[in-house]
């Protein structure tokens, strides 16, 4: 079941169909945050996410999270704007110390 437009909220984790990718992207169906300010999620069909990871390297473009009681890292590297129509099931919401760790660093990453 896809999700309305006006229910992502930034924050939210959700199962995101990846597919179909090239080359390096992050591929398949997995956690993804929601990072899209609401006033967009709200307005648009579409929604833009980073993919949440269990392994890898420790980046200082990947801030670490715990979701679910699983240790891992949100990929800002891999920032993907997605139709809510690829959001399959929402699984909860970061804490708030990780959704503000993600948008500073996200700050970091586009603002000179």
Not at 28 to 35: E, G, M, N
Request: charged share 25%; net charge positive.
């Amino acid at each position: 079941m896809a999700v309305g437009r006006s229910s992502a909220a930034r924050g939210q984790v959700y199962l995101v169909r990846l597919d179909p990718t090239l080359g390096s992207e992050i591929k398949k169906t997995r956690r993804c945050v929601v990072v899209s300010p609401d006033e967009l999620n709200d307005h648009l069909r579409t929604v833009i996410v980073a993919p949440m990871t269990t392994g890898g390297p420790a980046y200082p473009w990947r801030p670490a999270c715990r979701f679910q009681n699983k240790a891992g890292f949100v990929a800002l590297d891999q920032l993907r704007t997605v139709d809510a129509e690829r959001l399959a099931k929402s699984l909860g919401r970061l804490d708030a110390e990780t959704i503000a760790d993600v948008l500073e660093r996200l700050q970091e990453m586009f603002a000179p």
